[in-house]
């Protein structure tokens, strides 16, 4: 029989690391998801489980909703929080007043509708059969990292503003495949600071959504 679970993937897991640990539980071994979670996200994973796995292709067209966290001032190789510090300025040099909710919902509506996304370079999308991590590994960029995306609602949700490195979150809305590492870097440079993507969470995939997810 095939069987769909909604899984609360922890920060710090692989979804791979998720699987594992309910093939395990479940003593399956036909078992897949619909959407990966980079280790730094948490939230909603789909698991297809036997008969379930056919049904992949569908959960590819549902829409995805994030909750996203921005941080501005800095920017890692990999365009969130656990990469390495690629670019940095002085927090001082960040001005505090331009960051109000008119100023940044101005920005924000900008990004909604379709448009074309830079892939980040440490991604799983693949080229010639290996993933983009394997090039950027070797400093070596696949030569095509545009895709197009469709971003249907983003919001703001919160501004931080007290530590030396203020933070911005967002509710955002998206087709599949829709990389919001990358979306916090472009939102950074509207903002004309380096960014990168601080916290993230997966809340709905479709009408699936984070309150009904088991922990694994």
Known sequence: MGKIIIANKPKGKTSYQIIREFKKKLDTKKIGHAGTLDPFASGVLILLIGKATKKFSYFQTLDKTYLLTIQLGQSTDTLDSEGKITKQIPWQ?????????????????????????????????????????????????PPDRQKTITIKKINLTKIISNAPYPQIEIKVICSSGSYMR????DIGNKLDYPAHAKELKRIK????????????
């Open 205 to 216: 995939v479709g009408d699936y959504s984070l309150d009904k997810a088991v922990t694994p």
């Open 182 to 185: 990358q979306l916090a870097v």
């Open 93 to 141: 040099k960040i001005d505090k007043s331009t960051l109000t909710k008119p100023n940044l919902n101005k920005i924000l509506k900008s990004f909604q509708g379709t448009q074309t996304q830079t892939i980040p370079a440490f991604s799983a999308a693949k080229y010639k059969g290996k993933p983009f991590y394997y090039y950027a590994r070797q400093n070596i960029p």
